[in-house]
């Protein structure tokens, strides 16, 4: 059974950070592919982070920067870094994983989702 449990969300002010973990369990992790998704109520989610089975990454433009997505084959875990969070970044956040480099949303497994609040 393949299991991704999201956790280290919470609220915080305008320029704080917060680190996210996405710990994996039942999938072989090292050949995954892993995104971190974020959907805002009434927008459509949208791909913030990804990185490959090799380590490669790729961000959203709007958090180019100030975000940074990692993963430790050893620990089965995928981070999400975020700093100087904005308003802008309040969400539900969601980890993802495919066996293909997909960062469509589509598909894969998905996690239960953690929030994220950011107070101006």
């Known amino acids: 059974q393949v299991q991704l449990v999201e956790s280290g969300g919470g609220l915080v002010q305008a320029g704080g950070f917060l680190r996210l973990s996405c710990a994996s369990s039942?999938?072989?992790?090292?050949?995954?592919?892993f995104g971190w998704y974020r959907q805002a109520p009434g927008k459509q989610r949208e791909l913030v982070a990804g990185i490959r089975h090799g380590g490669s990454t790729n961000y959203a433009n709007s958090v180019k920067g100030r975000f940074t997505i990692s993963r430790d084959n050893a620990k089965n875990t995928v981070y999400l870094q975020m700093n100087s969070l904005k308003p802008e970044d309040t969400a539900v956040y969601y980890c993802n994983a495919k066996p293909v480099v997909d960062w469509s949303g589509e598909n894969g497994y998905w996690g239960q989702g953690t929030q994220v609040t950011v107070s101006s």
């Open positions: 039942g999938i072989i992790f090292s050949y995954y592919a």
